[in-house]
């Protein structure tokens, strides 16, 4: 079920007053939120809701045996057991066609000719945000961060907890775990948080986003007859349209979270007031990096080595990151980018002695980043390739603007929402304090002009961007 | 959730839900009368002003932008009007010619695209436009609710009617793209350098086409088509279809089989997909698919000669 259907509409009021009608039966309350998420799995493919319970069940069932385990040896063999059933599933359904592919083009450089087998798989919705929310459960628990619940509802329901179920944000079981076994108490403000951070967050994604997306799908469908402008205007247009795509979904998401009582944490910082490259990773898809940086940057040693083995650290994880997203060379090129950035950046702040990277720090982050995003874009390599290649070698023609209807709409949307993010950027606040600050009058009156805003210009367009992950 | 706590939410959603519609209704007629002013621009300027000639023009020309853009109407009928809109096909056409007056004796001429006909999807998206009097024109009305394109919260908020749209009104409103007394509908495409370029881009690809062998009319384009044909037969108006030329037309077996098609139904069809394979130029040409207005002038002429429908 997608957050900006006309199912979403009727879902989440239908499984909020049901769910306060039960508050005084937390074991009930949790059956339902359980059921529900399922239902909302389900209504896009019931069948692989089954991944979904089988990597609850081992991952519900290692955490306590690790748990129980009174040997160091023990606990790492269970641990073991969770990465290759989690990782292992992951590898199945989502790199098992990029690993044979890879392989057979790597003996073809030999000059062996492989047969390789290529499956037609469906990637199941979700799996790589749920893989690593129950993986970071079990790691936690081998740790000794987290004690293992014994309530299998509830762990079953933090997995599947429907907000964050298809795209994240990833929330960690120290994080919501304990709010899923304790009572929670409707809070008005949450309410009212709620409702605000819906509402933006569906004005971002279908208003923003979606047209946005139209001059990018146009243009990156066919990047070979377009000039350098054409394909300068498409990519900035394109990290807009990821950026209030995403957060926008993270809006939604958070947003329901608050109206049932539970707190998530914030996936969206205003990524692109940065003023450096490792500041884009502090506010971008807050919920992955910081993962990445806990569960595999921290595992490959971190910064506690050598210089070198820091830097190689950091491009191994942030290779891993972009891989984590697709399963293409592409994303892994995309990762290494900003592996590459973020070292390079470290080696030179800390040559110069940079502290403070004032106003161009506002401006090179992002003009680094546009260029990243063409391969998470683009539809493979050579696309990609070629896209680079036509703005390095930029030929200054007209761009081509075809559906000015659109362009417009998008562009002045557009406008509407980076005044927002400048607003909040400026008054040091995120949108949850805002949308707490507004009396009810006025929060009536912003969620009434955002619903017209979204009737004049919403636009149809495809899922979420990021469900592809 | 304590009463109390049960009531200010409920009177907060109250709140939003009256509020929202106040303001959604506001802005519709605030919207609605600007809108009715606008005679320029493609989407509404060109519906309000057909909506206000059709019953006293004896010619009218339907179809997509290779209508639109390929037919000097004036050169076939001085009381004439090109209808052609771009990107819009033959349900968006029919729903217009559902809206001609009954008993006045007037030429239809739809351009049909075998491409569309023969088309696995066609789910007539492009009525979307019309929804701007979904709430003020009957006809309208009924043939979207036939589409599943109406949102079921447009019942409520009449101002998605307008989605997509707003901009492009307040535009036309404010700066009218042309004179409505000279204006027909005729839209001559004048090809731009970067226009070309993308052409040149495209024709150096090289593109293998391939041909669809098994031809499936699409059920959408056959209902529509032949209650075209039948509204014209009752209503005292001549059809005639035609398909206006393209660069280079390599898959046939859509045309012929069309033309079988139109031929069963006794529809009148001239097929000028080859108009200019033996006089060919890539100045001609603005895409594969549209002429420019070199071109135009040229086919137009020759379109005068051959229907030969002269006041």
């Known amino acids: 079920m997608l957050f900006n259907s006309i199912e979403y509409l009727i879902f989440l009021p239908t499984v909020f007053i049901l769910y306060w009608l039960l508050n005084k039966d937390l074991k009930k309350q949790n059956i339902l939120l359980l059921v529900a998420s399922y239902f909302f799995y389900a209504y896009w493919d019931w069948t692989f809701l089954s991944l979904i319970i089988y990597s609850s069940f081992i991952d519900y069932y290692i955490g306590i045996k690790i748990y129980e385990s009174n040997s160091v040896k023990a606990k790492k063999n269970w641990l073991r057991l969770s990465l290759v059933s989690n990782l292992g599933l992951l590898a199945a359904f989502k790199y098992f066609n990029f690993f044979t592919e890879s392989f057979a083009e790597m003996m073809l450089l030999f000059g062996w000719q492989v047969d390789h087998v290529t499956l037609n798989i469906i990637l199941p919705v979700g799996i790589s945000f749920y893989t690593f929310q129950t993986l970071s459960y079990t790691i936690d628990v081998y740790r000794d961060k987290l004690k293992p619940t014994k309530d299998i509802v509830a762990f079953f329901t933090f997995v599947s907890l429907f907000p964050q179920l298809v795209a994240g944000p990833i929330e960690r079981a120290s994080n919501l775990l304990p709010q899923i076994e304790n009572v929670r108490k409707f809070k008005q403000k949450w309410f009212h948080d709620g409702i605000f951070q819906i509402a933006v967050g569906l004005f971002r994604k279908v208003v923003i986003a979606d047209n946005l997306g139209v001059y990018v799908d146009s243009i990156y469908a066919s990047p070979d007859i377009h000039n350098s402008s054409t394909l300068l205007i498409a990519t900035i247009f394109y990290s807009y349209q990821i950026y209030f795509d995403f957060a926008g979904y993270s809006d939604i998401a958070i947003g329901s979270a608050k109206l049932l009582g539970f707190k998530f944490n914030q996936n969206f910082n205003l990524p692109y007031f940065s003023n450096s490259i490792a500041d884009i990773w502090q506010r971008w898809h807050i919920s992955l990096s910081s993962w990445l940086r806990d569960y595999l940057y921290y595992s490959l040693g971190g910064s506690r080595g050598t210089a070198f083995m820091t830097f190689r650290n950091l491009m191994l994880t942030m290779i891993l990151g972009g891989l984590w997203h697709g399963n293409t060379w592409n994303f892994a090129i995309w990762g290494a980018i900003h592996g590459l950035l973020l070292v390079t950046e470290k080696i030179l702040f800390t040559a110069f002695k940079i502290k403070n990277t004032g106003w161009i720090g506002y401006i090179y982050p992002f003009c680094l980043v546009l260029v990243s995003w063409v391969f998470f874009r683009a539809k493979d390599f050579e696309a990609a390739g070629l896209i680079v290649k036509k703005l390095i070698f930029f030929d200054f023609k007209i761009p081509f603007i075809g559906d000015t209807n659109a362009i417009v709409t998008g562009l002045s949307m557009l406008l509407i929402g980076m005044s927002l993010d400048l607003y909040l950027f400026r008054s040091k606040q995120d949108l949850e304090t805002l949308g707490r600050k507004l009396s009810p009058i006025k929060l009536g009156a912003a969620v009434s002009v955002i619903i017209l805003l979204i009737s004049l210009f919403y636009s149809t367009s495809n899922n979420f961007i990021y469900f592809q992950f | 959730m304590d009463k109390k706590q049960i009531i200010k939410s409920v009177k907060l959603i109250a709140f939003i839900i009256v509020l929202s519609f106040i303001i959604d209704k506001a802005a519709y007629f605030t919207i609605t009368k600007i ?201 005292n108006k001549k059809l005639i279809t035609i398909t206006t030329p393209i660069y280079i037309d390599k898959c046939k077996n859509d045309n012929i089989a069309l033309t079988k098609v139109l031929k069963d139904l006794n529809i009148e069809y001239h097929d000028y997909s080859d108009f200019f394979k033996d006089n060919n130029h890539v100045d001609y040409w603005a895409d594969i698919a549209h002429m420019s207005n070199v071109a135009s002038e040229i086919f137009s002429k020759a379109l005068s000669e051959d229907l030969y429908i002269h006041d």
């Open chain 2, 35 to 235: 809108s009715d002013t606008v005679f320029s621009g493609q989407a509404i300027g060109k519906l309000n002003h057909y909506l206000s000639i059709k019953d006293t023009t004896k010619l009218i020309v339907f179809g997509s932008s290779r209508a639109n853009h390929h037919i000097d109407v004036k050169k076939l009928k001085q009381s004439s009007y090109n209808m052609g809109v771009d990107g819009k096909f033959i349900a968006y056409s029919a729903t217009l010619i559902k809206m001609l007056p009954k008993d006045v004796k007037q030429t239809v001429i739809l351009h049909v695209d075998p491409n569309v006909a023969y088309r696995e999807y066609y789910n007539r998206e492009e009525t979307k436009t019309l929804m701007v009097k979904y709430h003020t024109n009957d006809i309208i009305k009924k043939e979207l609710q036939r589409s599943d394109l109406v949102n079921p919260l447009q019942e409520f908020y009449w101002c998605v009617d307008y989605n997509g749209l707003v901009l492009g009104i307040l535009k036309n409103a404010i700066f009218p793209k042309y004179d409505l007394e000279t204006y027909y509908g005729y839209d001559p495409m004048e090809v731009h350098s970067t226009q070309k370029e993308i052409f040149q881009n495209i024709l150096a690809r090289n593109d293998s086409i391939k041909c669809k062998t098994d031809l499936k009319l699409n059920p959408l384009f056959n209902s529509y088509l032949k209650e075209i044909d039948s509204f014209c037969k009752r209503n």
